[in-house]
């Protein structure tokens, strides 16, 4: 399966901005630090389709603690995009497959059916 180099591990700080990348597929993505795990969601929060963060890789709510969709307010779990609370109704974000392998945060690229 195909992988995408996204950045080098110690750029993300946990609980700090993520980073955005392109899929394959032209999907948008990100990747965060928190509890000292790296996790990689796609960009999409599920109550509307809109990118999460407003600005540029600010993911995280002001404490650093819950993901938080800049456009409606609904919070995530950041360690497997559940909902927590508002719009998004018990939907959560698409998480995909990462890992910090030799200094640098790997996503693998999801399966797309044709």
């Not at 948008?28 to 795990?37: L, S, T, W, Y």
């Not at 599920?46 to 990118?51: C, I, Q, S, T, Y």
């Not at 974000?93 to 690229?109: K, N, Q, Y």
């Amino acid at each position: 399966m195909a992988a995408v180099t996204v950045c080098a591990g110690a750029l993300l700080a946990d609980g700090g901005p993520g980073r955005r990348f392109v899929l394959k597929a032209g999907d948008e993505a990100f990747v965060i630090r928190h509890g000292g795990v790296v996790r990689a969601y796609r960009n999409r929060c599920p109550h509307r389709g809109l990118e999460l963060d407003w600005q540029e890789g600010q993911f995280f709510d002001a404490k650093g603690e819950v993901l938080l969709c800049s456009a409606h307010g609904a919070r995530y779990d950041p360690a497997d995009g559940g909902c927590l609370g508002g719009p998004c109704r018990d939907q959560g974000l698409a998480a995909l497959i990462c890992r910090e392998r030799d200094g640098w945060i790997v996503v693998e690229e999801p399966h797309y059916e044709r």
